[in-house]
């Protein structure tokens, strides 16, 4: 709540600044599982674009899928939001941030619980033409609520007493190859509306691309099916449940994906401790971001005490450093398929 009235502040102020060209503008496009047909208005050939997204996955998607046009100069502005190693679920956005995202051609956001500031910087677009992905609503039935599977840490659950608890969904969309596939086909389709000239490339880029996650899905599946084991143990959070599935992997871990906890009580310790020593498991994993106490807590108290702490990457927080030095989707998730290997063997 208080997320979305800081929010709130901000888009009032920056309208006081942009009244009259607000008095014009209509609603953004919304693009859910098809794409929004074009209106009629767009240009043949665009100059320019620009290109809003919260996290890392879709900024990468989208320099793929613009290639040749994104390299050129000048040629489209690309922004990521999340770009300075804040996660999904602390952002608070700036008033620049909001000012971007209102003249921009094409935002693309997650469009879970953590993206409850976006309908109140939408309301205020001043780009009567832009084009909007919201990837959960672009997977539909896709998405998965969050689960609570045995020995993890239950969230305290908030609201009026006897009131029905509303469903959440697990947000980490992205660390699925195939939920990949679908949102990369929404993302060239909106684009190709936004600059019909240059629809060619964007389809023929997209066929690229896809060729790629692809081929990778297939090297993920071909090492699960000659794993050792079938179990990942987590001693963090578990964003990787839409990975998981894809593949029919089981799991442990102390938190649920989006669980904002960062103390496991004794009782979860001990379970984690005790699937350890069950399973003969060899390896405790992390996220990108974890201390990593939690997960060296559990290895202290197994039985050996031998196993190995590896982390996978979740693509929350990655930085622009991080993006400078070369860090794509495809090569983070090629990371996390060898610590896959290592865990499951």
Known sequence: MKKNLIVSILVLCLCMGTLVGCANSGEPQSIGNNAAGT?????????????????????????????????????????????????LHSYQPTAEDI?????????????????????????????????????MEVLGDGIKEEEVVE?????????????????????????????????????SGALSEIDTENKALYEKNLAAYTGKLEALDEDYQKAVDGAARTTLLFGDRFPFRYLVDNYGLDYYAAFVGCSAETEASFETIVFLAGKTDELSLPAVCVL??????????????????????????SMQSVTSEDVAKGATYLSIMEENLEVLKEALN
């Open 39 to 87: 209106d009629g208005e767009q240009a043949a050939g665009r100059e320019s674009l620009s290109i809003v997204c919260t996290v890392f996955p879709q900024y990468d998607w989208v320099r793929e899928i613009l290639g040749d046009r994104e390299k050129a100069s000048g040629n489209a502005e690309l922004t990521l939001l999340l770009d300075n190693g804040v996660d």
């Open 99 to 135: 000012a971007r995202i209102a003249t921009c051609d094409l935002f693309i956001y997650v469009g879970g619980e953590s993206d409850g500031w976006v309908a109140d910087a939408l309301a205020e677009a001043t780009n009567k033409d832009m084009k909007v992905i919201n990837m």
């Open 151 to 187: 020995g993890m840490e239950a969230e305290e659950e908030e609201g009026e007493e006897g009131e029905e608890a509303e469903a959440e969904y697990d947000e980490h969309v992205w660390l699925s190859l195939k939920n990949a596939e679908v949102i990369c086909k929404a993302i």
């Open 288 to 313: 990108e971001s974890s201390d990593q106490s939690i997960a060296k807590t559990i290895i202290n108290n197994t039985k050996n005490k031998g196993q190995k702490i590896l982390v996978m990457d």
